[in-house]
């Protein structure tokens, strides 16, 4: 009896060896598809990769991005501006601008009043700090000018040797109206039309001027002919 199990210990070991056998078979056969069958990797990978790597490795303090929607801006106007920063514990924007903190990527409104320089500082744990600035330039709005569209002589008469004028005028976009040489008082906030009288004893040129928003200004001249009856 003790003769027929060794005998049946030889089956079972090959069978083993068998196993061991076939499983290493399979990881070799498995780890020559995956490098056989795995896509190279191209030089744009590794550009990408590279400049992920510039970006956002290591413990650098980087600004990865400061820019604003305009870099013109019609005046009375807002924008927006965008910045990004790793590895810094507090940001700020010059002049002052609200909701700023540090961000990977964060976008702010706003509404200079003039042609303005922006500077982001950035400042790292260890105290350095990294900096970088733009300028929003401003211009007028052509439509929203002021513009004078009549003035002009409406009637003309001559009464006891005096010649009496009735000007008419128009404008859009004004909102303070003064004539030169004064005649009347200077009108704010007044229609977009009116009418007055003189009575010049002598030639003489009248200067209109509109006032509108921003320091804008319109002028018109009208020259009144008065001649000896």
Do not use: W
Request: aromatic fraction near 10%; charge should be positive.
């Amino acid at each position: 009896m003790l003769k027929v199990l060794r005998k049946a210990e030889i089956p079972l070991r090959v069978a083993a060896a068998l196993a061991v056998a076939y499983l290493f078979y399979v990881f070799l056969a498995r780890h020559s598809a995956e490098k056989r069958f795995s896509p190279p990797q191209t030089a744009s990978d590794t550009a990408a990769k590279s400049a992920f790597d510039a970006a956002y490795g290591g413990t650098d303090l980087k600004i990865l991005q400061f820019y604003a929607r305009d870099g013109v801006l019609y005046e009375g106007k807002s924008t927006v501006i965008c910045y990004g920063v790793v590895n810094a514990k507090s940001v700020s924007i010059d002049p002052p601008i609200s909701g700023v903190g540090v961000s990977l990527n964060r976008c702010v409104e706003a509404a200079p009043k003039r042609n303005t320089t922006y500077v982001l500082t950035a400042e790292g744990e260890n105290g350095k700090t990294v900096s970088a600035s733009f300028t929003i330039r401003l211009q007028a709005d052509p439509d929203s000018l002021p513009r004078i569209n009549t003035f002009s002589v409406a009637r003309h008469t001559v009464e006891k040797g005096r010649h009496v004028f009735m000007l008419a005028f128009a404008f859009e976009n004004g909102k303070d109206v003064s004539i030169d040489p004064p005649v009347f008082s200077p009108i704010q906030d007044s229609a977009p039309f009116g009418q007055f009288f003189v009575s010049p004893d002598k030639t003489t040129t009248y200067t209109l001027t509109v006032a509108g928003a921003f320091g804008h200004k319109a002028r018109k001249k009208l020259t009144l002919e008065v001649k000896d009856q």
